[in-house]
């Protein structure tokens, strides 16, 4: 039981190129999120889903995409890298949103 | 819109002393709050959940939590902090409400707490 995986755990973009955070869980959980980690800022969700087939946009969607084809794995686009999305993404998992969430190890990301 | 504040960016506690780390909450209907920790360099581990019943609830590591409506808080605390305490800690809240755009968690900006020898 490998719980929540995330790749790649580190990743420099330039700004303006794409790239797609990978997020799989195999303990047949519903809800799946994103978070982001700035300093000072906390977590700030961007994208959830609570289930195959169905997501929706959290606090900070903007410059983010998501979809959920299957209920293990739950990618995160990045459509045009910008500076400002430089930070650390956290992707998590749990039964259903009011329970307790496993979180990923994250994806540390420097966008220049 | 819901919310979370944690008033408190550091808290620094002797070994031994008891630990409080404060959360507050804004959120329409009943809260479902939740404590995590996050380590340096590592994703967050759950501590403790308040979804209903006792407002004291007990999590892991000897921790617990007081959930007070009429404050709409929900203090962390620990009777005897250890030096492996030390980490980042964070309240989150989402709303008992069921429906589009209410499975939402919000977590506060966090709280370092360094437990000194």
């Known amino acids: 039981n490998a719980g929540v995986t995330q790749t790649p755990k580190f990743q420099v973009l330039k700004t303006g190129q794409s790239m797609t955070l990978q997020c799989a869980q195999d303990?047949?959980?519903?809800?799946m999120s994103w978070y982001r980690q700035d300093p000072g800022m906390g977590l700030r969700l961007i994208h959830y889903s609570v289930g195959a087939g169905i997501t929706d946009q959290g606090e900070v969607p903007n410059g983010y995409n998501v979809s959920r084809s299957t209920t293990e794995d739950f990618p995160l686009r990045l459509l045009s890298a910008a500076p400002s999305q430089t930070s650390v993404y956290f992707c998590?998992?749990?039964?259903?949103?009011?329970?307790?969430?496993?979180f990923g190890p994250g994806t540390r990301l420097t966008v220049t | 819109a819901q919310s979370v504040a944690q008033p408190e960016d550091q808290v620094n506690v002797a070994e031994g002393n008891p630990l409080t780390v404060k959360c507050t909450y804004s959120v329409s209907g009943n809260p479902y709050l939740f404590w995590y920790v996050q380590y340096p360099n590592r994703g967050l581990q759950f501590l403790l959940k308040?979804?209903?019943?006792?407002?004291l609830v007990k999590g892991s590591y000897g921790f617990e939590a007081e959930f007070n409506k009429s404050q709409t808080s929900f203090h962390l605390k620990k009777p005897s902090a250890l030096v492996s305490d030390s980490a980042l800690y964070f309240c989150?809240?989402?709303?008992?409400?069921?429906?589009?755009?209410?499975?939402?968690?919000?977590f506060g900006k966090g709280t370092k707490l360094s437990v000194i020898p």
């Open positions: 308040y979804i209903t019943g006792d407002n």
């Open positions: 989150a809240v989402r709303s008992s409400y069921s429906g589009a755009g209410s499975y939402q968690l919000t």
């Open positions: 303990m047949n959980h519903e809800y």
């Open positions: 998590a998992s749990s039964r259903d949103s009011y329970y307790e969430q496993y």
